[in-house]
């Protein structure tokens, strides 16, 4: 992959915001490399900003799903679980999109098996350490 990416960032958003400023990081680093549709998820208030706006859950269905069509790479952050990370990514794949899966390797958590062991040819888990983000962003994304 040389060219600029458009790319979907997904990462827990309802609930405890314990990662966004991980988050806000993690999309620093991805603009780098091309346009992300969702790096809203990276602000911290914004479940709440979204429920003030009055969007529908089918609004927001949508609206993400429209951006995973375009996308070409999805980066998921899925260390805090997530049924909506988790569809999102089943979605990625039924899509063939390429998918990055990062899991904080610091974390008292357990992956799920069903992300720990899709690896394919589209398909990247990693145990990571916030340091090896920009070796794993290379490899993938230039």
Known sequence: MTE?????????????????????????QLKTYGKVLTEHVANPTFE?????????????????????YECDVIVAEVTQKSLGV????????????????LFRSDSEKRLSPMVAGAVGENFFVYNYKEDQLPEIFAKHLK
């Open 48 to 68: 709440a900003d979204e429920d003030n706006a009055g969007l529908t859950d089918v609004f927001i269905h949508d609206r993400d799903m429209d951006w995973l």
């Open 4 to 28: 600029k990416h458009t790319i979907y960032f997904a990462g827990r958003i309802t609930g405890r915001r314990k990662y966004a400023d991980l988050y806000q990081r993690i999309v620093e």
């Open 86 to 101: 988790g569809y999102e990514i089943g979605r990625a794949v039924a899509l063939n999109k390429h998918v990055i899966c």
